[in-house]
């Protein structure tokens, strides 16, 4: 069985930083993109970041470009992003998200992945 366990979520003044994690576990990701989405209440999913199985290749939405950094550690199939210079509009449920084995170029739609974590609170006062 799948599991992704987020991590890390809480509150934070505007500036300041956090730091997710999510520890995937029940197959394996080594072909697969690991992600980050987000929903705010009363919006859609959004995407935010993912990253390619070797590390180097990221992906990120406009909104967090410069601010956010997503990583994995594919031995411990764990996958990382890291906060920054956050901002009340980040204010959000952010889910891990893990696709099968993808050979796409665009891995920003929810609909590229079947495994979802159940999301941790991230909340930003202004």
């Known amino acids: 069985q799948v599991q992704l366990v987020e991590s890390g979520g809480g509150s934070v003044q505007a500036g300041g930083s956090l730091r997710l994690s999510c520890a995937a576990s029940g197959r394996s990701f080594s072909r697969s993109v690991m992600g980050w989405f987000r929903q705010a209440s009363g919006k859609e999913r959004e995407f935010v970041a993912a990253v390619r199985w070797s590390g180097f290749v990221t992906y990120y939405g406009d909104s967090v470009k410069g601010r956010f950094t997503i990583s994995r550690d594919n031995a411990e199939n764990t996958v990382y992003l890291q906060m920054n210079s956050l901002k009340s509009e980040d204010t959000a449920v952010y889910y891990c998200?893990?696709?099968?084995?993808?050979?796409?170029?665009?891995?920003?739609?929810?609909?590229?992945?079947?495994?979802w974590g159940q999301g941790t609170q991230v909340t930003v006062s202004s």
């Open positions: 998200a893990a696709t099968a084995n993808y050979y796409g170029s665009s891995p920003y739609h929810t609909s590229e992945y079947p495994y």
